[in-house]
């Protein structure tokens, strides 16, 4: 049987925000891994005009409002997916590097510059 999808019932704006943290700690210009596995996202994006850079992808300012949303990273942390500081910074856990959202596609586009 296949993992169940969304197993922590994550709504569309917690995922949205998780593939963010996650893409960010793929990059060591935004994050710095830590020894117990965990990744501390030391840079958050900032919006130019509808869109902002994730590491190497763009992504659509609408898509990222859970960014700057106290609430989403309360349920986050709660689901054991981060450790935050809000709105300072966030570390996405080991957790969190493997939970599956399955919408990183939709989110996260090739960067046109």
């Known amino acids: ?3 169940k999808h969304n197993p922590l019932k994550l709504n569309p704006l917690q995922m949205k925000t998780l593939v963010l943290f996650q893409e960010l700690a793929r990059h060591p210009e935004s994050s ?3 020894d117990s596995g965990d990744v501390f996202l ?3 994006p900032h919006p130019h005009g509808n869109h902002f850079h994730v590491g190497h992808k ?4 609408k898509d990222a409002s859970g960014l700057t949303n106290q609430a989403v990273w309360t349920v986050l942390e709660r689901k054991g997916l981060i450790k935050a500081s809000f709105p300072v910074a966030v570390t ?6 493997a939970y599956d959202t399955g919408i990183a596609d939709q989110i996260l586009h090739g960067s046109d510059h």
């Open 1 to 3: 049987m296949p993992p």
């Open 32 to 34: 710095s891994p830590l």
């Open 42 to 44: 030391s840079q958050l």
């Open 58 to 61: 763009v992504a659509l300012s």
């Open 92 to 97: 996405l856990t080991a957790a969190g590097i």
